[in-house]
């Protein structure tokens, strides 16, 4: 009898086992959004391409100011793009679902050991580079046209928080790492650090 009931789970087990799968398959949900970042990097690309071609066909008449901050918004549409990257192939790999990239040739190094801390730390990153080549932009802007000295002022403040809020990720992320390692090395349990510094069961030898 008691083996009967066991292959037969009852009403709200089946119940529980269907919200838990249908919630999993909710991740889905997020791909339609990463699609819609792509678009948006289409439009980036075709953003650089018109500022690209424009740069080109004055560059006779302009001068090295206008050239330097044409080439800075280049860098800047590039800094995005990458950023644009970053969110649609980590943010897919993390929360969605496996790209199965493994032994490819043209697997990025980054995907290997990223992971929802990594992302982050590397968006905020990103975004450093994003703002300081803005804050360049207005330094630059500054020594050819009048500009309030509040402008400057929040940018650099905006600036900094990048850099904190960077900075305080990292040190989050470490620290977390670290306290996995603590945990681990006290339980009854066998663990290992892999390559990407996540802490795993190890496999048992036993047979």
């Known amino acids: 009898m008691n083996s009967i009931q066991s292959?037969?789970?009852?009403?709200?087990?089946?119940?529980?086992t269907a919200i838990g799968s249908l919630i999993f398959l909710s991740r889905w949900l997020q791909a339609p959004l990463y699609f819609g970042l792509i678009v948006a990097q289409g439009v980036y690309v075709y953003h650089f391409l018109k500022e690209l071609w424009h740069?080109?066909?004055?560059?006779?008449?302009?001068?090295?100011?206008?050239?330097?901050?044409?080439?800075?918004?280049l860098i800047d549409v590039v800094m995005i793009a990458n950023l644009?990257?970053?969110?649609?192939?980590?943010g897919y790999e993390t929360f969605v679902s496996r790209l199965n990239l493994e032994g490819h040739r043209d697997q990025p190094e980054w995907l290997s050991h990223v992971n929802a801390g990594v992302l982050k730390v590397k968006l905020a990153t990103a975004l450093i580079g994003i703002s300081s080549v803005n804050l360049l932009k207005t330094f630059i802007e500054v020594s050819t046209k009048q500009m309030p000295d509040h402008v400057i002022m929040w940018q650099l403040l905006l600036h900094l928080t990048f850099v904190l809020s960077a900075l305080l990720l990292a040190?989050?992320?470490?620290?977390?790492?670290?306290?996995?390692?603590a945990v681990a090395a006290h339980s009854p349990k066998t663990y290992r650090s892999n390559d990407d510094g996540d802490v795993v069961e190890a496999s048992s030898t036993r047979q």
């Open 7 to 16: 292959d037969n789970p009852r009403p709200s087990e089946r119940l529980l």
């Open 55 to 73: 740069l080109v066909e004055k560059a006779p008449a302009i001068d090295e100011t206008t050239i330097m901050m044409t080439v800075l918004g």
């Open 84 to 90: 644009l990257i970053m969110v649609i192939v980590g």
């Open 171 to 181: 040190v989050t992320d470490h620290i977390s790492s670290r306290t996995a390692v």
